[in-house]
């Protein structure tokens, strides 16, 4: 039983295109995040989501929007896509406030940007 | 600014031994510090997590320890094996509740047969 799974796994699409990415966690979690790993491999945190507010917004192009529907859901999408968007993308979640564990991550999605 | 760091960006180390990795980082007064292992083509996996008031931390083979007045933590993974091999992140919390987490660079450790 996976506990975070994102889907697709791998997203090769044309630069100008809009795609989405889902997230679904299985943990009874109360916060969900989207990071972006780029080549370097840096792990840069974009969204963080509790109860279906959004608490964190990085310094990320407002062509990213995330769409939670649930608690358990956290959805990317992004509009007109940049060759520079071309990275892997996690989702994760975690219990805010429960400082006793970490993270969940997902096996990421990678998207290329062609 | 701030800025998380991690000793190396590769490590390699022969079976049996102690595997140290160091982080360090500046301008953050963190409640706590995590340990992350990464597989290639995987999500990070949570490892260990020490809190601004422990000086240690143990789990199995991995020790981890904090030192909030040098700003560093310290990753030890004893007898190591090379199913040890990976990248290894800390991260710490930004914001305190969970809410922004930052991630260090990683230390992609290589254990030796």
């Known amino acids: 039983d996976t506990a975070v799974s994102q889907t697709p796994k791998y997203l090769v699409t044309q630069m100008g295109n809009d795609k989405s990415i889902k997230c679904e966690q299985n943990l009874g979690h109360d916060t969900m995040y989207w990071y972006k790993q780029d080549s370097k491999k840096f792990l840069k945190i974009m969204f963080s989501y509790n109860n279906k507010e959004l608490i964190i917004n990085e310094t990320v192009p407002n062509r990213f929007s995330p769409k939670s529907p649930d608690k358990a859901h956290l959805n990317l999408h992004i509009n007109s896509l940049e060759l520079g968007d071309s990275a892997v993308y996690f989702c994760?979640?975690?219990?805010?406030?429960?400082?006793?564990?970490?993270?969940?991550f997902g096996a990421g999605t990678r998207l290329s940007v062609l | 600014s701030q800025k998380i760091e991690q000793n190396s960006e590769a490590l390699n180390i022969q079976e049996g031994k102690t595997a140290t990795l160091t982080c360090n980082y500046t301008n953050y007064s963190p409640a706590y510090l995590q340990w992350y292992r990464q597989d290639p083509g995987r999500g990070p996996v949570f490892l260990l997590l020490?809190?601004?008031?422990?000086k240690e931390k143990r789990k199995e083979r991995l020790k981890v320890t904090f030192d909030t007045t040098l700003k560093q933590s310290l990753f030890h993974i004893t007898a190591s094996q090379p199913a040890d091999s990976a990248t290894y992140l800390c991260a710490l919390d930004e914001g305190n509740y969970g809410q922004n987490f930052v991630f260090g660079p990683g230390t992609r450790l290589s254990v030796l047969p």
């Open positions: 020490i809190r601004e008031n422990e």
């Open positions: 994760a979640s975690s219990q805010a406030g429960r400082i006793g564990g970490g993270s969940y």
